[in-house]
């Protein structure tokens, strides 16, 4: 699997969001916090703004990785079908570029 840096976006509520290419589209993420990692993945078409609250608390006591599924938000929108498998594949590349093993997550839906 093919991982590059790319360029960021600016997020309307401020700030910027980095991006990294992951099975050929670009996923766009947040790491924020310290500790152990916890990823936060939201639904099949919700953003991680969905996590606002929940980020908030948890990046007190771990490090907190959010980010867009393929679809939604910053990250590429590629033509469908969009599936369980290339989600996963999505996430597992991310945690991959970030150089994460072991990791604790909380799914939205």
Do not use: C, H
Request: aromatic share 12%.
């Amino acid at each position: 699997m093919l991982l590059l840096p790319v360029y960021s976006v600016f997020l309307p509520l401020g700030g910027v969001m980095p991006k990294t290419r992951v099975d050929g589209i670009n996923i766009s993420y947040k790491v924020e916090g310290r500790g152990e990692s916890l990823v936060l993945i939201m639904g099949f078409s919700g953003t991680r703004m969905g996590w606002i609250f929940q980020r908030l608390a948890f990046r007190k006591y771990f490090q907190v990785i959010t980010f867009d599924n393929r679809g939604v938000g910053g990250s590429d929108k590629p033509t469908g079908p969009y599936t369980m498998r290339s989600m996963a594949d999505d996430t597992i590349g991310l945690m991959d570029y970030l150089g994460k093993e072991v990791l604790d997550f909380l799914r939205g839906s």
